[in-house]
């Protein structure tokens, strides 16, 4: 039976693989497939998108009023200088399209050499009349008190959205006692 048994073995290797040499092939083969599939990459951003945007601001300018003829403006001490006046011409800049003397502001230098805006009562001493290539504003009376003998200087200033404002157009009116030497010179000034 000692020979039986020994051919049944031998003819079980012949037949069949035997335990190890399975397991051989099996982790050659799981190598084989670890080794061949494909490795994840390293990566900073895992997206990619073709949109772009772009963008470009700018800050609101409002022109400044402009001398609308030479000399931009005019003294004028009246009759033994009882009745001073300053007349200013001018008007809105090509770059205004749109602006009008409605959105004008007046001011006078109050203290200080800082020109303030005129409140509307005070306004009554100022009228202006044209159209935007060519505005004439006189101012009398009251505002000029102090004005012979000294100096006096009135402003215009465009107002625009948002509560932008231009540059003061300025005319430094000065005049001597009696309404004598009247003159009168432009100037821009910061807001």
Do not use: H
Request: proline content about 7%; overall charge negative.
């Amino acid at each position: 039976m000692k020979v039986a048994s020994r051919n049944s073995r031998r003819t079980s290797r012949a037949d069949g693989l035997s335990p190890r040499l399975s397991a051989g092939i099996a982790g050659i083969a799981l190598l084989v497939v670890a080794v061949s599939a494909p490795t994840a990459q390293e990566t900073e951003a895992g997206w990619a998108d073709a949109e772009v945007g772009a963008a470009e601001f700018t800050a609101d300018s409002v022109p400044t009023p402009i001398a609308s003829q030479s000399p931009g403006c005019v003294a004028s001490g009246g009759a033994l200088g009882l009745n001073p006046s300053v007349t200013i011409y001018w008007r809105i800049p090509p770059e205004g399209d749109g602006y009008t003397s409605e959105d004008a502001e007046f001011g006078q230098i109050i203290t200080g050499g800082i020109l303030e805006p005129l409140l509307g009562g005070l306004l009554g001493n100022t009228t202006t009349s044209g159209t935007p290539e060519g505005y004439v504003t006189v101012v009398n009376s009251g505002l000029l008190t102090g004005l012979l003998g000294g100096s006096k200087s009135f402003g215009i200033r465009l107002t625009g959205p948002g509560d932008w404002v231009s540059d003061w157009f300025v005319a430094d009116a000065s005049m001597g006692l009696a309404g004598l030497n009247p003159q009168c010179t432009i100037r821009t000034v910061p807001s």
